[in-house]
């Protein structure tokens, strides 16, 4: 039997930089996963934005502290995640679109988001090129940005090595034992692993794990594509985000790289439910269309690569983060939808001093300053953080 402190399951957005804020804090980590190394599951299939622009304010909340670390890599560590500040640009084309955004604004702002509303004059000074044909606006929020994730699951996980997490892969959970209400062990790659607290990290494959533990966990995987272009000439700073819809799609997104290239990535509709990761022939087609409806600028350049991942979905929307009444030291970090790799780090900075300042699940003192961040999160009450607060 191996025994630690945390044992994490799933090395990806969530779980790297989880298992490194841990090992810092001074807990015995063991971080497993099924792939051969770190960051092979959706984490790869991110696109690299990290915005704190959410509606929702604990969202805002856990993304501001993940910009922090992100921005803060470089100068801190040594470490290039190709972290740039370029922005958010939430772009309005008619007035529903912008009343709704400029609700959002005092809910954002009280937040502490910074964030404004910009005129067409502003938004094409950040994006030259950009059609402004019934543009009438947007709002602007200019501290998000942008990384590789390839560099930063990357760096995370030189961080975590070096902090004394024990990596396991190539690693499938076969078995989850029981104790009552507690999970006692996991039986895992051969070996057998017992901790005071058991994190579920799984991204796409977390109602897998789940499951094993004899629970539902409502994460359904839904499939998105992405991709980028040859790198070019720096012209544009903001990620670029249209909410318009059609019968095809709903909103797209891109930006320009740190490195020079268009990443950007569309949504489907309908959604399309499953694990299939190959690539369609309907994508391309669509999302060019409608990126060079907006931005003609772009029509000249070449793709160089597609590629098609997961969003772990919930049925509302909101990530499922807490512990289940039948597995009360089964720490759920689950149902990121999509934002795993925004979400992780601040959300493995806010865990991980929960964890190290009250030792044990129980009675989690250290969410004295972030309590209210479960509150808003949860999904499902079975999972509110918030009972284990009283």
């Known amino acids: 039997m191996k025994n630690y402190d945390v044992v ?13 804020q841990l090992a810092e804090k001074g807990l015995k ?19 690299g934005g990290i915005r704190a622009t959410h509606s929702d304010p604990a969202k805002i909340r856990i993304c501001l502290e993940s910009i922090r670390l992100f921005s803060s890599m470089q100068e801190k560590y040594g ?24 609700a959002l604004l005092k809910k954002q702002k009280a937040a502490g988001l910074d964030i404004e509303w910009v005129g067409p004059e502003t938004i094409y000074r950040l994006a030259p090129g950009l059609r402004t044909d019934d543009l009438i606006g947007g709002t602007y929020s200019p501290q998000d940005g942008y990384a590789s994730p390839l560099m930063a699951a990357s760096a995370f996980h030189y961080l975590a090595l ?6 396991f892969f190539n690693t499938k959970v076969k078995a989850i034992h029981r104790e ?5 062990s ?28 004899g629970f539902d966990l409502p994460v359904f995987p839904d499939c998105h594509e992405a991709g980028v272009t040859e790198p070019v000439e720096r012209f544009m700073e903001p990620m ?39 690539s369609t022939s309907t994508f391309l087609p669509l999302v060019v269309r409608r990126m060079l409806e907006l931005y003609p600028r772009l029509r000249n350049l070449r793709v160089r690569r597609t590629w098609r991942g997961m969003y772990p979905m919930t049925p509302d929307g909101l990530p499922i983060i807490g512990y289940p009444d039948m597995a009360v030291n089964f720490l759920q970090l689950v149902g990121m939808c999509g934002q795993g790799f925004m979400m992780g780090p601040g959300l493995g900075s806010i865990i991980s001093r929960s964890i190290a300042a009250s030792g044990c699940h129980e009675r989690p003192e250290g969410f004295t300053d972030y309590g209210f961040l479960f509150d808003e999160l949860s999904i499902n009450r079975s999972f509110d953080h918030a009972e284990l607060l009283s």
């Open 8 to 20: 994490i399951i799933g090395a990806g957005s969530v779980g790297l930089p989880l298992s490194w």
């Open 29 to 47: 980590v063991a971080l497993l996963d099924e792939e051969a190394s770190w960051g092979r599951g959706q984490n790869r299939a991110a696109i």
């Open 79 to 102: 470490l290039d995640m190709e972290w740039r500040e370029g922005g958010y640009l939430y772009i309005a084309f008619d007035e529903a679109t912008k009343q709704q955004f400029c």
């Open 162 to 167: 070096a902090a004394g997490v024990s990596f």
């Open 180 to 184: 009552g209400e507690r999970i006692s």
């Open 186 to 213: 996991i039986e895992a790659g051969g070996e057998s692993f017992s901790a005071d607290i058991f994190v579920n990290a799984a991204g796409a494959k977390a109602a897998d794990i789940a499951k094993i533990a």
């Open 240 to 278: 670029i985000v249209d909410v318009r819809s059609d019968a095809e799609s709903g909103n797209y997104y891109f930006y320009q790289a740190a490195t020079g290239q268009i990443v950007f990535c569309i949504t489907p509709r309908p959604q399309i439910w499953g694990r299939d990761k190959d």
